[in-house]
């Protein structure tokens, strides 16, 4: 896959964005900019605005007013359906809307990422299965498990995986903790600053745990819906990778 990522400027940029989404008023966005390499975590956000930011994020929807510029393009510029969908293979979104299937094994749910054949799963998949499990702090033992017996850390971290298939240049973070019981934030929001740091990706998350954002290393903005400026919770710089 390529990714059309341009240079070290901004993954990210939203000016003077507004769009409908059926809340008490219009979704507002004055001014966002994400640097590449850099991790930012935005609260303030409910379920349909969040949705509806990313929605405008990766061209699946347009604003009714401003700009959306993502990986150095204006969703506006997406031409066709074709264009769109390799578009957005540079996102990586770890959300509860993901379907995960239940009666399938954890190795089966990433399996699907890479190949139909889920049974049994082919041992050239498996491998690359067993790689990505790795990376989340899946263990082998845990691969024969069925999502819908699993823990919710255990499909917390399966959803992360997806995510991670196929090398995203940014990850999006949905309420990620939201069905995550609160002794595990920390942890989540930990191992996923490793990944970032290691794969030398953007992180971008909406939440309203501020545990979880705080372990990810990243800044921490408030969303002020009304004008749709975001203030810094603290005065830290920026995070970037080395």
């Keep these: 896959m390529t990714q059309i990522v341009t240079g070290s400027g901004p993954v990210i940029e939203m000016r003077s964005v507004e769009k409908q989404y059926g809340g008490l ?18 609260l303030g956000f409910d ?3 969040a949705e509806t930011f990313i929605n405008l994020m990766t061209g699946s929807t347009l604003p009714e007013a401003g700009d959306v510029i993502s990986f150095g393009r204006s969703t506006r510029a997406i031409a066709d359906s074709a ?3 390799a578009f957005v293979e540079q996102f990586g979104i770890v959300s509860d809307r993901v379907v995960l299937l239940d009666g399938m ?12 054949d889920l049974d049994p799963v082919p041992d050239h998949v498996l491998a690359r299965v067993a790689t990505l499990a790795a990376e ?5 033992g845990m691969l024969t498990a069925r999502v819908g017996e699993a823990d919710p850390y255990l499909k917390a971290r399966v959803r992360l995986a997806r995510a991670l298939a196929f090398d995203p240049a940014l990850l999006v973070l949905e309420h990620p903790t939201a069905t995550l019981p609160p002794e595990h934030a920390g942890r989540y929001g930990t191992t996923i600053k490793a990944i970032a740091a290691a ?6 998350g909406l939440t309203a745990d501020e545990k979880f954002a705080e372990h990810t290393g990243g800044r921490l903005l408030v969303w002020q819906p009304a004008t749709g400026e975001f203030r810094e919770r603290t005065r830290r710089r920026f995070w970037r990778l080395s």
């Design 25 to 42: 008023r219009p979704l507002r966005v004055r001014t966002l900019e994400l640097p590449a390499r850099s991790s930012t975590m935005l």
């Design 47 to 49: 379920s349909p605005a």
């Design 83 to 85: 264009d769109w969908l």
């Design 105 to 116: 094994t954890v190795a089966q749910n990433l399996a699907i990422s890479f190949d139909l």
């Design 136 to 140: 989340v702090g899946i263990d082998a």
């Design 199 to 204: 794969r030398k990706l953007a992180v971008l």
